[in-house]
């Protein structure tokens, strides 16, 4: 069964950064391409950006040269580096497996990201 488990989120000023880790377990890792979700209050789950298993980034329009996707096959790790934070980037962050449709593994915990003066 493979476990997903997030880390580094916070409370951070608007125009500040955050650098999101997720470890995976009980699986392949390097093989996939993985992804970062959000889920803000009241709203549903969005893709933020994937990587491929050779670490082509790709990303929605609304972080686009603001945050970076990276990953460390070696420690089953994906990352995402947040910069020039805004209000909006505010929810819970998730990683999974690059999809489409039903995630194809449990969830994690996530990590609260909250933008705010």
């Known amino acids: 069964q493979v476990q997903l488990v997030e880390s580094g989120g916070g409370l951070v000023q608007p125009g500040g950064s955050l650098r999101l880790s997720c470890t995976a377990s009980?699986?392949?890792?390097?093989?996939?391409?993985m992804g970062w979700y959000r889920q803000a209050p009241g709203k549903q789950c969005d893709v933020v950006a994937t990587?491929?298993?050779?670490?082509?980034?790709n990303y929605v329009d609304s972080v686009k040269g603001r945050f970076t996707i990276s990953r460390d096959n070696a420690k089953n790790t994906v990352y995402l580096q947040m910069n020039s934070l805004k209000p909006e980037d505010t929810a819970v962050y998730y990683c999974?497996?690059?999809?489409?449709?039903?995630?194809?593994?449990?969830w994690g915990q996530g990590t609260q990201v909250t933008v705010s003066s």
């Open positions: 009980g699986t392949i890792f390097s093989i996939y391409a």
């Open positions: 990587i491929t298993s050779s670490g082509r980034g």
């Open positions: 999974n497996r690059a999809h489409s449709g039903p995630p194809p593994w449990s």
